[in-house]
């Protein structure tokens, strides 16, 4: 009883998801439909050809209209074939544009969400339910769906044809339904916590592949090899374990389909062979029925197997659907304009848990300005840059930029316009020198990417590369030192020119004279930002104005 309770209850959700996937498909609908037509156009052709196989039974004794009955049987037959050929086709196209219709809509909708919310998921995940679950979404739009409602409607036909010859077997070959209906109701309730389980597996055996293969140096620095080779086959095992569990409990309930099909089949067929033994019907008709019993129960059981389909259909929309419900990033139009942009933090309180990072945190970084942030490691130095930057959407106070002539705009994902920003860490893609330092201005040319190089002391090693700006390097700038990668990901954020530059320990990893020469790099910008940068190294206090110092979840300002 529970158990009925709690799928009643959750039918809000299956209808919210339903809902959801019938809005995602409304620009195909217009295709599905004409699909579904050439399908039911195939249905009604071969229902013709029943009734003509049947003529050539009893034609074939007395000879008359044989030979244009066989004519007419075999251009049907041709003609099914050629709208199958179409139908394949078209479902194939359909199928392509449709997941990639629907992948982009996730990515688009990952890609413009809160930074904060979507790094809560393994990038493994967020893979699977990009590929996988939007794969199964795609499929059961495309396929699904539409072949439920040509099942419904072929049942139907048939039913009818075979009511017209034979009321009582047409009456018998629906029995099998209720057995139908029976299992498709315990099986979609049994299957679909099956279903998300698998995903769930198939996510985490995807985020173990993806995260040890990125660190694969890890991997091999501490010989932990065979270690995760193990890890792997363990978390395949858990997979195989949910997949294995689901399919045996699909195998149990065709099972019984197929037996009760059966049945159904030899009690047509029994009944059949002894109406023809009180001479009570033809051949024709006896093969009439065997055919038509059998296409009752075909499009039963057809549909008992598309409940599996619509619980995983049902399970990676609902795993999708909780993408959709991170927020989305604030973007205002509008920009306030100027090269000279400064800004201000007003009572800003911020923690990533219940503990905060900081309470009630005020500060005035003036447009032109050149601010270092100092801290211990961990006491939140990246964290206030986020906060500026507005990747975190639980922010309480205000942070604003100002221009000089006192425009005011509230942070949003629209001031990033604002910034040049160094990331700590490596942050480089795999590609060409090239297409790196472009991220920072998609229409740098290649004098201000040479520029911007020289600024960030990275002219020459460049300029010896053996193919220059066009030299392949690999993940997070495989191929190059760490100093080297540093000096590209600041040429990369001189290049974009911006009124603000922030950089989060960027020369952590360069030589004391290479980072002097790259703050100088810094201070000849034209024209020259207002700087933030946060550093451990004592060394680049002389040329700030300025420091901040966070202690204890409060800034600190010393001259
Ligand atoms: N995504 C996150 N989720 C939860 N806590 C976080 C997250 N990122 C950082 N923290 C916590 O917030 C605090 C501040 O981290 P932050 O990265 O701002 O330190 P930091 O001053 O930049 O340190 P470092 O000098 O080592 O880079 C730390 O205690 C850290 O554990
Ligand atoms: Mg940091």
Redesign the pocket.
């Known amino acids: 009883m529970g158990k009925i309770k709690k799928l009643w209850a959750d039918r809000d959700n299956q209808y919210r998801y339903f809902r959801w996937l019938m809005s995602y498909s409304k620009p195909y609908i217009g295709k599905i439909a004409l699909m579904m037509g050439i399908n039911l156009v195939s249905t009604l052709i071969s229902l013709w050809m029943v009734t003509i196989s049947k003529r050539i039974i009893d034609n074939a004794t007395e000879g008359n209209q044989f030979l244009t009955l066989v004519l007419v049987y075999v251009g049907l037959m041709v003609a099914m074939q050629v709208i199958g050929v179409v139908s394949y086709l078209l479902a194939t196209m359909m199928n392509e544009k449709f997941s990639f219709g629907i992948r982009k809509q996730i990515y688009d909708k990952i890609i413009n969400s809160c930074w904060?919310d979507v790094?809560k998921y393994h990038t493994g995940d967020l893979m699977t339910r990009l590929t996988s679950d939007a794969g199964n979404i795609a499929d059961g739009i495309i396929n699904t769906i539409p072949g439920i409602i040509q099942l419904g409607i072929e049942l139907l036909l048939v039913f009818f044809t075979l009511f017209s010859y034979s009321k009582l077997l047409a009456v018998l070959a629906v029995l099998i339904a209720p057995v139908a209906a029976l299992s498709c109701w315990w099986l979609g309730k049994k299957l679909k916590k099956l279903q998300v389980k698998v995903q769930e597996s198939e996510a985490a055996y995807r985020s173990f592949i993806q995260e040890s293969l990125a660190n694969l140096l890890v991997v091999k620095a501490f010989a932990n090899e065979g270690y995760y080779v193990e890890k792997l086959s363990e978390l395949r095992e858990q997979r195989f374990f949910w997949v294995f569990k689901r399919a045996k409990m699909g195998m149990a309930s065709s099972t019984v389909m197929s037996m009760a099909f059966q049945i159904g089949y030899i009690a047509a067929f029994a009944y059949g062979a002894l109406q023809i033994s009180k001479n009570l019907i033809t051949y024709g008709t006896m093969s009439v029925f065997l055919t038509l019993v059998n296409r009752v129960q075909s499009p039963v059981m057809g549909l008992a197997q598309q409940v599996p389909k619509v619980v995983s259909v049902l399970a990676s929309a609902g795993r999708v659907m909780e993408l959709q419900t991170i927020p989305l990033e604030k973007k205002l139009e509008e920009h306030i304009r100027g090269q000279e942009i400064g800004v201000r933090m007003n009572q800003v309180s911020f923690?990533?848990?219940d503990?905060p990072?900081f309470e009630n945190v005020s500060l005035d970084i003036k447009p032109g300005e050149f601010v270092a942030i100092i801290?211990?490691?961990?006491?939140?130095?990246?964290?206030?840059?986020?906060i500026i930057m507005s990747f975190m959407s639980s922010v309480q106070g205000q942070v604003t930029f100002y221009n000089s002539a006192g425009e005011m705009e509230p942070s949003n994902a629209g001031t990033r316009e604002f910034i040049s920003y160094v990331p700590?860490g490596n942050t480089l893609f795999s590609g060409t020198v090239r297409e790196n330092i472009q991220i920072g201005n998609l229409n740098a040319t290649e004098e201000e990417m040479w520029e911007a190089l020289e600024l960030s002391s990275g002219y020459e090693f460049v300029k010896e590369l053996p193919k220059g700006l066009d030299t392949v390097i690999g993940e997070r700038g495989h191929g190059l030192s760490e100093g080297q990668a540093q000096r590209i990901a600041i040429a990369r954020a001189f290049v974009r020119r911006a009124p603000i530059l922030i950089l989060?320990?960027a020369t952590s990893a360069l030589d004391e004279k290479t980072e002097q020469r790259v703050i100088k790099g810094l201070q000849a910008l034209t024209p020259r930002p207002t700087c933030l940068i946060?550093t451990?190294r004592k060394s680049i206090l002389q040329y700030c104005d300025r420091e901040i110092k966070?202690e204890d979840k409060a800034l600190v300002s010393e001259e």
Not at 375 to 386: A, D, N, P, Q, V
């Open positions: 904060l790094k923690g990533y848990t503990e990072v801290g211990e490691s961990g006491i939140g130095k990246t964290t206030l840059i986020r700590q989060d320990e946060i451990h966070i």
